[in-house]
């Protein structure tokens, strides 16, 4: 039995041998992870220096542009123009919401030079994007309920050169956005007298005569408009709303994107030349909602405030990340927590804005648009995309 245990065991000994061997090239590899500070500053200030002045400049013709051309000035603005950019301008904030926002706030949140612990077992940038997104709502939802924009705003006007666009393009004789809201009272109130005139449609080939959202009034969700006036006051407030909330978006994500180009290394000059183009096409898709929002005359100032708040975010990061530039660490655990907390909540505001609050609203509840013919509509819906797109572009380098 000794000599068969001893041949037993020299052959199991020889198996070892050949596994051992044969796994010696796998465990021969080894992935090495570089966590360093992330703040590769080489020097050249005086380009340093030039980014604050030349990023304001773009900052401010993105954003204070449109308010000056539709609010400031009795030049006849083109409407084309201006309805290329505010669509350009809405496609730019759903691309930067996706492509600058939400996939970094991934990187850094998964980052594996963040510390054991919570944060790594959960993907807490799409949790804390989702949350967000709910918290929007509810915000707009107590807004539209509540009186806290007061109702002193009867002398505010919609000023909106790309309404000539859509009037244009219309289907119908006078498009109103009080259509839909009369036209709702009008059916109510037949149902009421035991008449109901809802069943006149167009049976040719054009499009029918009810082009309210969703299809036959809103009665199909359970509840009538009856108030015009209460309705105008909560569409105000909700207006005001998404636009305090998208400068919110924009200005915080704006600000993280200025310390690190001031600290950036070799990469400097490409971010820098893509950050100029960045900035400026952001502050169009700002500045363009801010000059067709409903401002009173008391509130003229705002537009241009909220504008220069936006273009001047970016330059005074920089500054202040210069300033601070050898104890600043973008590639510490704690300033990748601090980033992709914020990315993850500039995310969930700008998905939220920037498909409720304008491509909802501007294609399904806005009455010129919807009355507005095929080819406006896919033309709308082209700048939306080429926007999207440029933004997925430059998300290539920043």
Excluded at 49 to 66: D, E, H, K, T, Y
Aim: aromatic letters at 10%; hydrophobic letters at 45%.
């Amino acid at each position: 039995m000794s000599i068969l245990n001893t041949a037993l065991g020299a052959v199991l000994q020889a198996r070892q041998d050949d596994d051992s061997s044969d796994a010696a090239p796998e465990s021969g590899f080894s992935v090495t992870i570089d966590c360093d500070t992330g703040n590769e500053y080489d020097g050249r200030m005086g380009v340093r220096i030039s980014s604050i002045f030349v990023i304001l400049v773009g900052s401010l013709l993105g954003a204070v542009l449109p308010v000056f051309l539709a609010r400031g000035t009795k030049m006849k603005v083109n409407g084309t123009a201006f309805f290329v950019a505010k669509y350009f301008g809405s496609g730019v904030i759903i691309g930067t919401a996706f492509m600058h926002l939400l996939s970094p706030a991934f990187d850094a949140l998964k980052s594996p030079c963040l510390p054991d612990g919570p944060i790594n077992d959960y993907d807490w940038a799409a949790g804390i994007c989702l949350m967000t997104v709910f918290v929007m709502f509810t915000i707009e939802l107590l807004v539209s309920r509540f009186d806290f924009f007061g109702h002193n705003h009867s002398d505010a006007k919609v000023v909106d050169p790309s309404l000539d666009i859509l009037k244009k393009g219309s289907q119908t004789s006078e498009p109103s956005p009080t259509r839909d809201v009369e036209a709702e009272a009008g059916q109510f109130s037949s149902k009421e007298s035991g008449t109901d005139h809802s069943h006149n449609h167009n049976h040719g080939l054009g499009v029918p005569n009810d082009v309210s959202y969703p299809p036959g009034g809103e009665d199909h969700l359970g509840h009538q408009r009856e108030h015009v006036e209460n309705d105008s006051h909560s569409a105000f407030a909700a207006q005001m709303t998404a636009l305090f909330i998208l400068e919110f978006g924009v200005v915080f994500h704006s600000i993280f994107i200025g310390l690190t180009l001031a600290v950036a290394g070799e990469e400097f000059t490409v971010l820098y030349i893509v950050l100029v183009f960045h900035q400026t096409f952001e502050g169009l898709g700002l500045g363009s909602r801010l000059a067709t929002a409903q401002w009173p005359r008391s509130k003229a100032w705002m537009p241009y405030a909220l504008a220069c708040g936006y273009a001047i975010s970016t330059p005074v990061s920089i500054a202040i990340g210069l300033g601070v530039r050898s104890t600043l660490q973008p590639g510490s655990p704690k300033s990748l927590l601090i980033n992709g907390v914020f990315d993850s909540i500039s995310a969930g505001i700008l998905i939220y804005t920037g498909l409720v609050e304008l491509l909802a609203h501007e294609f399904m509840f806005n009455s010129y648009m919807r009355n507005a013919g095929l080819k406006v509509q896919l033309f709308a819906l082209g700048c939306v995309a080429l926007g999207c797109g440029l933004m997925a572009v430059l998300a290539e380098w920043a």
